[in-house]
């Protein structure tokens, strides 16, 4: 689904925006308004304003927090328990549309290795969508 189909939808819709602390808006924006803020903004101007916006982004978050368990390298979660993150800060607010924005906390990893952990990631979500 596109952009302009998702905004062309008339019921409300719940977003869910979650990643590291850039996405939680961390002490380095000084006061200013995080992503979510503006994006919660833009759908008041677009009329859109009974939208439900949800920042769950947490500092510290990386791919493996929002990996199954079984998928996490050695069963182990990096920050939250592993799959915590899917649960806890994607799927229990049953969202309409999800934006990720990770990877500052995945600098070691080599450039497959986050691929590989992007793709199981979205796989996780697919699935959790799928069942609602």
Known sequence: MTME??????ED????????????NGSWTQGMNSYSEWFEQYLYMT???DDSVFNTGW???DIQDFL????TPKGNGVFADPGMGLEQF?????????????????R?????????????MLDGIYAEGRKN
Do not use: C
């Open 47 to 49: 009329g859109r304003a």
């Open 108 to 120: 070691s990893m080599t450039t497959n290795n986050f691929v590989r952990y992007y793709k199981m």
């Open 68 to 71: 199954y368990e079984k998928d």
């Open 13 to 24: 819709l719940t977003w869910v925006i979650t990643g590291d602390s850039i996405t939680h």
């Open 90 to 106: 994607i799927t229990k607010y049953n969202p309409d549309v999800v934006t990720i924005k990770l990877g500052m906390n995945n």
């Open 59 to 61: 500092g510290g978050a």
């Open 5 to 10: 189909e998702i905004f062309a939808q008339k």
